[in-house]
Structures are given as structure tokens and as C-alpha cells.
């Protein structure tokens, strides 16, 4: 039994959501543009679940991708609180800011030299943590990168 | 226990101080101050066991005498535990391989069957050289044991020593009633290592571990000659064990020192195999009778506690050699050669031993001598090849084992009453503070010195008379025709014939010589023997003079410890002083041993046999024996009771020789710089080797794992991302080469 | 499908395309070039990125004939594109826009496959729920200009390769699927199994089924071709139930019927799972590192 064309392309058009947020996890050091890489994956697996769901006429495949709703809704809770929390610590988005796994004596990676961006920073609206305002600590300032 | 078999008498006699030694090293701590129960009792059974088996066998013997004077080979068939070992057609005779192994062993060969299986039964044999042997191992055994409960107290190693006693008392009793030369080897190493334990019984001692190395070390030597010649004996005669066996196929194989061989004295292979076997023997028992040139570990053992010297390396150990020797006698009778190097290695032992002795200041020492000299004396005696000299070697070795083991005994009681000082410079005139142990030490010498009616008189005399018989044959044929009494149960054949037959059989081997030339040998021999005889009572009392006469004197060390020791320590001295008293005695005058000996199978053999003399009272012999005992302690005497009360000094008399004395002739020096120093090289050697290029290739080889590691280590990075990565194209690589065999 | 010659032909296009989208993922991809380079590079990775889209959408066309359908393909170059741009962009700000125009395309997509309770949830849960949450944690952590790490990649080339050859690979085996029944997908539908057990639920739609021939070519072949509304009626005629069911009017009660019938076991464990996720986002959250606070507070005294 041949599969029909449009699940074909159903497929085909997972595939490429897959790989495109398989490339974006494994390429992107933004912990927030992993993350949305990661719900595209889980987008492009929706897709097939839904074609195959089509294709062998059972409800199954809508169900699972009811659950992957579920779960990304979950992990993207729990996932931003970490990132959040990683931020409040390095004050850095940066995947790249842990490295303690690495052999003892070998030196931390740092990004070499970077030309200067002629792009012009873009503001967007900020929203300010509530509570008090937490001391600025120096040393910890001095560490951050841009805050 | 008169009901028991006589082969249940005989196993029984290994076996119960194998099980004391095992309670020992079991309940040892148990037990504590009680600990030496096992062993006591199991030896305390084992003698009664040995004496029992001796007594029957001596009532055979004497039965089977009455009926014709010829001395009648008696033997317990032997008693086989288990087959320890079988091999099917592992020995291919000469023949049947096509080896050339000489002419002596392709004759040999000639009359055994295609091939002979190497089976190896623990068999236990019983004639009158075994019951001897296991009645003296067990009698002192037991003696030196109870005295040791006395000696030993409050020791830490306590029932250390008396598991080691146990177990030396089982391995020695089976090395006698082994009935085969493997065990005989088995139990000769395990002589050693009880001996090499009971040396370094004070491990702490640095002194005690040093000499436990050295006599092991020396002994080794001897083993290696012990292990060639069994080889070699088995190349030879297609078997190991001493009584003739039953093959599978019903074929008989004779023993090496069984029946069957025995009765024909061409059984015997001579010639080079024959006199190598011979000397090799002849080497095992220079190491573990500590003769030279393999003496040097003996002296040093005297580090070991004294009721250890006593036992083993005064009684019963040192004497395996003797015993291998005199079991091996049919052997040695068909290399007059090997027997007249026996000789001369014992003679020289015991000249060299004694002007040795004559200089040492330490008591033990002295003792430690004058044993390595009178093995001396038995090996002389035991290369005169004659039935006289074996059964006089035999007789000093009882009455050696008894008056020698009182002597150390007697030197360990005075040790122990001088708080450990054995420097007989250090102490004077115990006669009064230990009358006991001054009195049986007393006996003992005497009987060392060879002084009537002490059991040393009795068996020098022996030994003297059996070297003068080989070095004035003539002499001895006329002595015995004037003699008026017949012998009374020697063979009637002329003792001259008997020396005939011996000179015709050394002259048809040609490898001796003539008879001329072997009895001028043995004349010198005998002045020898003589010489040491008379040093011999000298140095013995030059050593009681400075410990028993003169102003007592008592080391510091000895603190309020200086008075006679307990009543378990002087009993045993009490007994053996008396055993060394009469013992000689009564066995002389009954030759009651010496018949007795002659009926052991392994002297039966016709070329042995046909040496038998009459026994006799040699008059001349035992006046110039004593005039030179007297002499010596005349001497001794003169020395200690002249102008100086320290003793004798004997440097006043020897001049330079006293310092090659007192360095015991270099000998210690020359091994050094033959053999020690070249050993040490070759290890350094070996050791920079070691260092350098073994473990440099060792360390080479793990360098290559480091040097991976060192590369591969710069992928972990500690970026997850960089993980992801490696592990997202992983899978990859994976999943395309199934896609890759899915292809097709 | 396809006969032999036409499949190598399509191995050439697809192994073309892997090749230009690996290239052009990498061009776009953020390399800590700046200025005239960097945008060139774009542009030409946008070029080959187009290409190599094209180059799918051809083999997609030979292999399953995609291009007949303008919705499909409209909705889902939208949907690519969009991811496309997401992971691309610099900004994780502008990610998150693009990622909302993918998941339109994909909500499309799932409504076009017949899924339209699935389409609108996805926009509602995503766009208007996941989304959100996102920016909100974006303008609470935002660093101020363009930070380094947005600017540079971890092992651009690497990746893109990684990605662009899975791609490959998927889409030869979809091709595969179409080529003929391989031996891995010879499982027997579940539809027949089930057959039974929706047959009297079936009675109202099998008229108009009768109704529509057209779709309905074979017993063998089910019509998954076409949009939900041509789709919508056709059923088979034969005995075979099922993929048209699917698409009925009453998709959705049907879709709630089965989750909360025979998944509600699943369900009840989603929103546990659900409330387990809000508290422990709380909780962590609201725990400050055991080190901050001892050293925050005497400096706090002190100021």
C-alpha cells in the first residue's frame, strides 16, 4: 500500500522542520532560540504523527500530537525558568557560559575577536523583575557581558 | 597397643606428630602456656610406636639368626597409602629409544620390559636401618620437646615452636620410611624448611634471619645434587622406589634397592653414571650434614633456639645425610671411587672442623664444630664400604644423636640460667650454681672425647677400627687369626678374602687404583681421624674448664635468673646422660646393633655382605684412641689450670694459625668473593636492566595511552553544544550505513 | 511511483538539494562576520537557500506530485521558510516572530492534512500561549545591543551538514515509501483492525460517500488526495472504513470523543503533568542559589 501524495508531502515538510530545528539546536548559542529550535522539532514531528495519523486512518497520531502540546507547554514552563535563572547568574543567554565539563587543564573557550557589528542595536520593550531591587554587585557586573 | 600391626605401628609413627603439629597450628592460641600438649603427646605416642616397631623387628632379627649366622636381609613389605602419582610408559628403556646413554645403562636396560609406567606410591617401608633411625628421631625427639616446655616458656612463638617440632619429628619419620626417592627428596626439602623455620624462629632477630637464609641457601645446593641424582637414578634403573614392584602386566620391576637387585652384585650400574649418582648423592648429604665444602651454614644456625639446635641440627637432622649414604650403600659399593671421595670428604670435615673448634669462644659454637666433626667421623667410617663401617657410622650416630643432643641441651640450660650470654669468656665455675647441668654435661663430654666406658668410646673406636681395617688389611687378617674368640655371628668368611673381593672389585672397575694405593689412603685417613680425636677432647674441655671450674662468674645479664634450671628441663638431661653412658656400652658389647643393622636388606647385598668382620675388641686401636682423648684434655687442663685463670688461650700455642682458625680457614671469605660478590654483580646488573629497560618499555607502553589522552582530551571541551553536535552526526553516521546495507 | 531511471534522476535533485540547503544554512547561519560580508553571505544563502527549497519541492513533485496542490504548498513554504528564518535570524527577538509565521504555515499544513482541531490548537496553545511566554522571558533577559553570543554559531558547518544530510535522508526514505511498498511499512493498518468497531458509527456518512464516486478509485488505495473539504465526503464504498472518517464534519467531536474515551486515562495524566510543571516552575523560580543569599545579606546590612 502506497502511501498517498499529500501524506507524502506531509512528511517531507516534517522532515524539514525537523532538521531545520535540529540545526538550530545544535548551531544556535541563544538558550531561547534552542529552545524555539526545539519546538520546531516538535513541530516537524507533529506533522508526520498528523500524515501518518491520516494515512492509516486512526485517531492515534492526533492523540500523540495532543500530548506533544501538552508536554512542549510543560517544557517550555520549566525550560524558561531555567534559562531565566541561567540568566540571573551570568546574566548571559549564552549556552556557551557553562564549560565546567571540560578537562581540567585545558583553557576556557572564548569567542575570538569579533568585528565590530555595524548593525544597529535594536530596543525592545523591557520589563523589569518585580520585587526589590536587588545590590548591584560589582564583581558579578563586571563579569556580565552587557546588562 | 601390642595387638597393633606392625604396619599400623608404622604409619602411625609419621602420622602422629603430623596431627600434634596440626592441633598445634589449630589450637595454638587456645591452648596458650598449655600449647605444647599436642605436640609432647603425639611425639610422646610416636616414640613409644617407634620403640615398639624396633623391638619387634629386633626380635626377628635375633630369631632368624639363630637359625644359620648369615645375616638375613629382614623386611616389612612396604606399606602403600596411596599412588600419588602414575604415569603409563613413561620410562622407555635405552633400548627402545635409541638413546646412547652409555654402555652401563644399555646393559641395565637389557633386562627391563618396553616400558616401565612412573608410578609413585606413598609407600612406607620397615627394616632395621628405618627402625633405628625413627627410634633415635622420636626418643630424642620427645626428650627435646619436654625439654623445650621448660626452655620455651613465656616464648611469644610458643606454639609456633612446638607446630614446627611436630612437623619436623613427621617429616623426618617419613624421609627414613620412604620407600622411594621422590618422597625421599620431598621429605628432605621438608626437613629444610623445618629447619630454615626453627633457624629464623626469632625472625626479629636480624642475626637469626641471616643464618635461616644461609642454611637454606647452602642447602639448596645439596637439593640440586639430590634432584639430579634422581634423575639420574631413574634414567638409569626405570624406577624410583626401593622394593621391587609389580607391573600391570604381572612383570616384575625390580626396586632399586630391592631383592631382586640385591642378590646379584652386578645389579648395580657402575662406572660414570654409577659414581656420578654417587656424588651426587654424596653432595645432597654434604649440605644437609653440613660437610665441606657445604658446612658453613651449620655454625650460623646456632642462632635458632637450643632445643632446635639439639633436635635438628645436632641429632637428627643433620644425620639425613649419613642416612642417605648408608641406604644407598649398594650403590657406593659399586663405585669404590664415589666411597673413597666419602671418605676423604668426611675425614678432612672432621680435622678441619675440630682445629676450628679448638679457638671458638661461644659454647654453642664449640658444640656446632664439633658436630660438623663428628659427622666427619661417620662419613670416614661410612666410606670405608665395608659392613663394619656402615654399621660403626650408624652406631656413632646414635650414640652421637644421644650425647650430643645432652651436650647442646646441657649448653641451652646454661643459657638460659645466664640470661641468653653464651660467650664462655663471660661466665666461670657454674659447677657450683648448676650442679646438675655441670654434671650431665660433664657425661656428655666424656662421651664426645671418647673417654671408657662413655658411648663415644665405643663407636670411635669403631669408626677407628673400621678406617685401620681398609689401611692395614694385612694387620687386620693377622689380628683376627690371633684373636682367640670367634665373632659371634659374623660370617665365616676370612676378613682377608673379604678385602680381596673389595680390592679385586676396584681393580676390575679400574677407577680406584690399586689396592695399595686405597690403603695408603686410608692410612693417612686414619691418622686423620686420630689427629681429631685427640683435638676433639681438647676443645670439648677446654669448653668445660671455662664454663664448670675455676671462680664462678656470672654475666650482668643474668641478673637473680643464675640458678640450676626447672626439673622439666634437667630430666631429659638426666636421661640422655645416661642413655650416652650406657647406651654405647651395652650396644658394644651385645652388638646387638650392629646385627641388627646387618640384617637391613640394603646392607645384604653380597658385594657389602662379603666385607662382614668378625666383631672384635681392638685393643691397640681403642689404647691409641684414648691416649689421644687423654692427651687433648691433658692438654685443655694444662691450658685453663696454667699461669692464667681465663681459660686456655689457645693463640699462646698456634700462633698464626689461630687467626686462620678463628676465621674458620677463610672459607666463609672465599665464598664471599667467589660467589657472593660475582651473584651481587650479576643482580645489579639484572636490576639496572630491570630498572632501565624493562620498565622503560612498561612505562613506553603506557606513555601511548597518555599520549592519546593527551590529544583526545582537547574534544572535551565542556561546551554541551560542541556534544550535541558530535552526537547528532554520530547517529547520523550510524543510520547511514544501515541505510547504506539496507540499499541492496 | 516512479520507475527506476526517474528515481535516480530524483536521487541526483535530492542529493543537489542537501547540498545547497547544507551551503545555505551555513551562510545564514550567525559566523561573527560583520558588514559587507555578512550580508552578502545572506544573500547568497538565501539564494541557494530558495534554491535548494525549489529543488524539494521538485522532487516533491516527482515524487508525490505536491505541487497540484497551491494550498499545501503555499502553507507549508510558509512553514519552512519560517523555521528557516527562525533559526537563522540574529535577534532571538525577530526568532520569535518568525517562529510565529512557521507555526502558521504548520497550523495550515495540519489543517490542509485534515487536523483542524489540531491547526487552531496549535496556533492557540503556541502562538498565543508558548510564544508569549517566550517574549516575556526575552524582555525580562534581554542584554542591551546585540550580544556576541547571537552573533557567532557553535560549528556552523557542522551542524548545517549534520542537518542538511538527516534531511537527505529522510526524504529518500519518504521517497522510498512512495517507490513501492518496502518491507518496514508492511504493517497492516490499523484502520481494517478497528474496522469493526466503527462500522455502525459509519451508517449516516456511506450515502453520501455513494454520492461522490470520484474519490473513491480503489478499495486498495484510500483517496488521501485533496483539501478537507473534498475530502470531507469521501468515504469508501466498500467495507473498508476509516481515513474519510477522519475527515467528517463532526472531525472534532469525533477527535474528543477518542481522546476523552479511550485516552482519558492519558489525559487525567497531561494535567497532572501540567499542574506538576506550573508548581515546579514556581519553585525554582522563586529559589534564589544558596550562595547569593548568604552574601547578599550582610552586604544589604551594611548598605
Known sequence: MTPAPLVLDGLVVGAMLFALGLVGILARRNLIVMFLSAELMLQGVSVSLVSWSRHHGDWGGQMLVIFVLTVAACEAAVALVFVLQAFARTGRLDSAAWQSLRESNLPRVVDHELPASDAEALQFPRLTPAGVQPEIDEDEALEREHV | MVDLDPKTLLVLVPALPLAGAILTVALGRLLGPRAHWPAVLSIAAAAVAAVTLLVGLGREVASSADHDHAASPVELTPVTLWQWASIPDAYQPAAATGLDLGDDLTAKAEGLPAAIPFTIGIDLRLDPLTAVMLAVITCVGLLVAIYSIGYMHDDPGYPRFFALVAAFVFSMAMLVAASNFLLVYVFWEAVGACSYLLIGFWFRKPSASAAAKKAFLVNRVGDFGLAVAVFLLWMTYGTLNFHDTLLADGSPLPGILGMERLADPSGYVAGGVGTAICLLLLLAACGKSAQLPLHVWLPDAMEGPTPASALIHAATMVTAGVYLVARCAPLYVACPAALTVVSIVGATTALVAALIGTVQNDLKRVLAYSTISQLGYMFASLGTGTLLGFTAAIFHLVTHAFFKALLFLGAGSVMHAMGGVIDMRRFGGLRRVMPITAATFLVGSLALAGIAPFAGFFSKDEILA??????????????????????????????????????????????????????????????????????????????????????????????????????????????????????????????????????????????????????????????????????????????????????????????????????????????????????????????????????????????????????????????????????????????????????? | MSPDGGLSIVGTVLAVAVGCAAASLWLLLPRGESGLRE?????????????????????????????????????????????????????????????????????????????????????????????????????????????????????????????????????????????????????????????????????????????????????????????????????????????????????????????????????????????????????????????????????????
Open chain 3, 39 to 303: 550580508r552578502a553571505a545572506r544573500r547568497f544563502g538565501m539564494l541557494l537557500g530558495a534554491v535548494a527549497l525549489g529543488l524539494f519541492v521538485a522532487t516533491g513533485h516527482r515524487l508525490g506530485g505536491v505541487g497540484e496542490e497551491a494550498t499545501f504548498l503555499v502553507v507549508s513554504l510558509v512553514a519552512v521558510i519560517g523555521a528557516a528564518a527562525t533559526i537563522v535570524t540574529r535577534s532571538p527577538v525577530y526568532s520569535a516572530i518568525w517562529f510565529a509565521l512557521a507555526l502558521a504555515g504548520v497550523a495550515g499544513v495540519l489543517l490542509v492534512l485534515g487536523a483542524q482541531f489540531l491547526g487552531v490548537a496549535t496556533i492557540v496553545v503556541y502562538a498565543g500561549a508558548i510564544l508569549v511566554m517566550f517574549l516575556f522571558v526575552l524582555m525580562l533577559a534581554q542584554p542591551t545591543g546585540m550580544a556576541s553570543y547571537d552573533r557567532v554559531s557553535n560549528e556552523p558547518l557542522l551542524s548545517a551538514v549534520a542537518g542538511a544530510v538527516l534531511l537527505g535522508l529522510l526524504t529518500l526514505f519518504i521517497g522510498r515509501l512512495s517507490a513501492g511498498p518496502p518491507s518496514c511499512c508492511a504493517v497492516p493498518t490499523k484502520a481494517a483492525a478497528l474496522a469493526g468497531a466503527n462500522r455502525p458509527t459509519d451508517e449516516s456518512d456511506e450515502a453520501d460517500a455513494a454520492s461522490e464516486p470520484a474519490a473513491a478509485d480503489t478499495p486498495n488505495t484510500p483517496a488521501l488526495a485533496g483539501t478537507p473539504s473534498a475530502a470531507a465526503g469521501s468515504s469508501p464504498t466498500t467495507h473498508r472504513p476509516s481515513p474519510p472518517d477522519m475527515l467528517a464534519r463532526d472531525h472534532v467531536a469525533r477527535l474528543g470523543g477518542e481522546l476523552f474515551g479511550r485516552h482519558l486515562l492519558a489525559v487525567e495524566a497531561a494535567g497532572v503533568l501540567l499542574l506538576v510543571a506550573l508548581i515546579g516552575s514556581i519553585a525554582i523560580v522563586s529559589r534564589t542559589p544558596p550562595e547569593e543569599r548568604l552574601e547578599a545579606r550582610p552586604r544589604r546590612a551594611s548598605a
Open chain 2, 466 to 744: 673400621s678406617l685401620h681395617a681398609r689401611g692395614w688389611p694385612d694387620a687386620h687378617t693377622e689380628h683376627h687369626d690371633a684373636d682367640p674368640h670367634e665373632g659371634h655371628a659374623g660370617l665365616d668368611l676370612p676378613a682377608a678374602a673379604a678385602f680381596q673381593a673389595v680390592s679385586f672389585r676396584s681393580e676390575s672397575d679400574g677407577s680406584a687404583g690399586g689396592a695399595d694405593e686405597s690403603a695408603s689412603t686410608f692410612r693417612t685417613l686414619y691418622w686423620m681421624s686420630l689427629f681429631t680425636a685427640f683435638l676433639t677432647a681438647f676443645y670439648t674441655f677446654r669448653a668445660v674448664f671455662m664454663t664448670f671450674t675455676g671462680p664462678t662468674r656470672v654475666p650482668d645479664e643474668a641478673g637473680h635468673h643464675a640458678h640450676e634450671s626447672p626439673p622439666v628441663m634437667t630430666w631429659p638431661l638426666i636421661v640422655l646422660a645416661v642413655a650416652a653412658t650406657v647406651s654405647g656400652w651395652w650396644l658394644f658389647s651385645t652388638h646387638a646393633l650392629a646385627d641388627f643393622l646387618a640384617a637391613t636388606p640394603s646392607l645384604t647385598a653380597p658385594a657389602v655382605a662379603a666385607t662382614a668382620t668378625p666383631h672384635a675388641f681392638h685393643l691397640d686401636l681403642a689404647l691409641q684412641g684414648t691416649f689421644a682423648a687423654v692427651a687433648g684434655i691433658v692438654l685443655a687442663a694444662a691450658g685453663h689450670f696454667g699461669r692464667r685463670s681465663d681459660g686456655p688461650q689457645p693463640e699462646r700455642y698456634l700462633g698464626p694459625f689461630e687467626t686462620l682458625f678463628a676465621h674458620r680457614f677463610f672459607i666463609d671469605e672465599i665464598y664471599t668473593a667467589l660467589i657472593v660478590r660475582p651473584l651481587e654483580f650479576v643482580a645489579m646488573l639484572s636490576a639496572w636492566f630491570d630498572r632501565s629497560v624493562v620498565d622503560g618499555l612498561v612505562d613506553f607502553v603506557a606513555r601511548i595511552p597518555w599520549g592519546i589522552g593527551a590529544v583526545v582530551r582537547r574534544l572535551q571541551s565542556g561546551l554541551v553544544q560542541r556534544y550535541a553536535v558530535a552526537g547528532a552526526l554520530g547517529t547520523l553516521l550510524i543510520v547511514l550505513m544501515l541505510a547504506w546495507r539496507l540499499r541492496g
